[in-house]
């Protein structure tokens, strides 16, 4: 098993559409960021969501706070597992959205149109 995790990292922790919404509605509130593009982003995203572009993550990285949980968003739960793993290799505690906002959506949870308030 620690090949494993020497080869591809941590095991990363996948969360449910339900288990974030729980998440988000209890206690300490994650902060969930958005990994998507900005036109993908404004089509529909979860409220209060971040957007960093999987490609900006590596320089905005600052822009994150470490003591507070991070759960990673983008369509279907691949770039965000990404985002997840480097969040994860640099300190953070990060978890991915499972089949991500395709899965929110499925869900019926709500979505936010347009830029972020």
């Known amino acids: 098993m620690e090949f494993f995790s020497r080869l591809f990292g941590p095991a990363l ?3 449910s559409a ?3 919404n729980e998440k988000l509605k209890n206690g300490k509130r994650p902060l969930v960021v ?8 404004r089509e529909g995203h979860i ?6 572009p999987l490609g900006e993550l590596g320089k905005r990285l600052k822009e994150l706070p470490t003591a507070r949980e991070i759960i990673c968003v983008c369509q279907t739960g691949s ?4 985002a997840t ?3 994860v290799a640099a300190g953070y505690t990060a978890s991915n959205l499972k089949g991500g906002i ?3 959506e499925r869900a019926r949870f709500p979505l936010k149109k347009g830029n972020a308030a």
């Open 13 to 15: 922790t996948n969360l």
């Open 18 to 20: 339900a288990e974030v």
């Open 34 to 41: 958005d990994v998507r593009e900005p036109e993908e982003y």
């Open 47 to 52: 409220a209060g969501a971040k957007l960093i």
């Open 79 to 82: 770039r965000s597992s990404s």
């Open 85 to 87: 793993r480097k969040l």
């Open 102 to 104: 395709l899965a929110w």
